[in-house]
Nanobody, 120 residues
Framework: QVQLVESGGGLVQPGGSLRLSCAMS????????MGWYRQAPGKQRQWVAY???????NYADSVKGRFTISRDIPEMTVNLLMNNLKPDDSAVYYC??????????????WGQGTQVTVSS
């Protein structure tokens, strides 16, 4: 059973920084991507950033230049360093993993979410 556990959310002032972490446990055949999504009240969940098994990172335009995604393969963790945070970044952040459980079985998993609030 694959599980994702996020940590690191909280309250920060505008311009501040936070670091989110997501630890994956369980047995998989291979990892495609791990990434982060966010959902603000009354809005749809939106993609923020993801990193491929090869280490390639991709970012939504709204966070490009401010957020940095990284991963630790042996530890099966993915981190999101968020700098210069803005009130619009406030949301519940969800970790996502796209994995192969077997050569022919692909699944996506979600963490429980961690709240990020940017406010003075």
């Amino acid at each position: 059973q694959v599980q994702l556990v996020e940590s690191g959310g909280g309250l920060v002032q505008p311009g501040g920084s936070l670091r989110l972490s997501c630890a994956m446990s369980g047995t998989i055949y291979a990892l495609n991507t791990m990434g982060w999504y966010r959902q603000a009240p009354g809005k749809q969940r939106q993609w923020v950033a993801y990193i491929t098994s090869g280490g390639g990172a991709n970012y939504a335009d709204s966070v490009k230049g401010r957020f940095t995604i990284s991963r630790d393969i042996p530890e099966m963790t993915v981190n999101l360093l968020m700098n210069n945070l803005k009130p619009d970044d406030s949301a519940v952040y969800y970790c996502n993993a796209d994995v192969l459980l077997t050569m022919s079985s692909r699944r996506k998993y979600w963490g429980q979410g961690t709240q990020v609030t940017v406010s003075s």
